[in-house]
T-cell receptor
C-alpha cells in the first residue's frame, strides 16, 4: 500500500528560527516521485519541489532545503531563518503508478505558524 | 490566458441539490484529476481521466459523477449534495504519464447547508 505520513499536525516557531517538516512515505514501487506543496492562507497549492526515486541528491533553494533518504523513506523539508510569509500548510505527496496512471497520494499536511 | 481554471471559486448549495464544478485547462493535457481537501485527510482523489471519454474512480468517488467529452474540460457533478461533501475541491492536469507533476487549479470551496 502507498502512504504518506506527516506526523506533525502543527508547528509554531518564532521568526528567524529554523524548522524542519517531516515526511515519511511508503511504497513498494521502485519508480516514484515525491513532492512538496505550500498552501498559503489564500488556498492555492504552490509547487515547491519534485524528486524522483533515483535522485537522492539533496537540494537547496534559498532558505529552503530538502533531505531525501531512501534508506528511511523520508523526504524532509527545512526552512532556514523562517519568516512570517512562510506561514502556511505544507503538503508532502507521493506520485506512483496505480492501475496505469500516476496519481498523487498526499500526506495530511503540516500547518506552520511563524510568529513575528 | 493559458492555465487551469476552476469555477466557481465559492459555492453554497442546499442538501439534495445537484451542483457542478467546472474545470478547464488550455494545455491539451491528457490527464485530469479531481481531489477534495478535508482537514485531517489532506487531499484525496475523487475521479481522474486519462483522455477524453476515459474516466475512472479514485479513492472517494461515491456521490460524484464526472464526464470528459472534450480534452480541455472535466466537470465534477454532485448529483444530490450532502453535508459531508462540504469541502475544497481541486482540479489538476498533467501532460505526461510519468508522474512528474500536476498543475493545480485554484480550488472551489463548496459548502452544503
Amino acid at each position: 500500500a502507498q502512504k504518506v505520513t506527516q506526523a506533525q499536525t502543527e508547528i509554531s516557531v518564532v521568526e528567524k528560527e529554523d524548522v524542519t517538516l517531516d515526511c515519511v512515505y511508503e511504497t513498494r514501487d521502485t519508480t516514484y516521485y515525491l513532492f512538496w506543496y505550500k498552501q498559503p492562507p489564500s488556498g492555492e497549492l504552490v509547487f515547491l519541489i519534485r524528486r524522483n526515486s533515483f535522485d537522492e541528491q539533496n537540494e537547496i533553494s534559498g532558505r529552503y532545503s530538502w533531505n531525501f533518504q531512501k534508506s528511511t523513506s523520508s523526504f524532509n523539508f527545512t526552512i532556514t531563518a523562517s519568516q512570517v510569509v512562510d506561514s502556511a500548510v505544507y503538503f508532502c505527496a507521493l506520485s506512483v503508478d496505480i492501475s496505469g496512471t500516476y496519481k498523487y497520494i498526499f500526506g495530511t499536511g503540516t500547518r506552520l505558524k511563524v510568529l513575528a | 490566458d493559458a492555465g487551469i481554471t476552476q469555477s466557481p471559486r465559492y459555492k453554497i448549495t442546499e442538501t439534495g441539490r445537484q451542483v457542478t464544478l467546472m474545470c478547464h485547462q488550455t494545455w491539451s493535457h491528457s490527464y485530469m484529476f479531481w481531489y477534495r481537501q478535508d482537514l485531517g485527510h489532506g487531499l484525496r482523489l475523487i475521479y481522474y481521466s486519462a483522455a477524453a471519454d476515459i474516466t475512472d474512480k479514485g479513492e472517494v468517488p461515491d456521490g460524484y459523477v464526472v464526464s470528459r467529452s472534450k480534452t480541455e474540460n472535466f466537470p465534477l457533478t454532485l448529483e444530490s449534495a450532502t453535508r459531508s461533501q462540504t469541502s475544497v475541491y481541486f482540479c489538476a492536469s498533467s501532460h505526461t504519464f510519468t508522474g512528474e507533476g500536476y498543475t493545480f487549479g485554484s480550488g472551489t470551496r463548496l459548502t452544503v447547508v
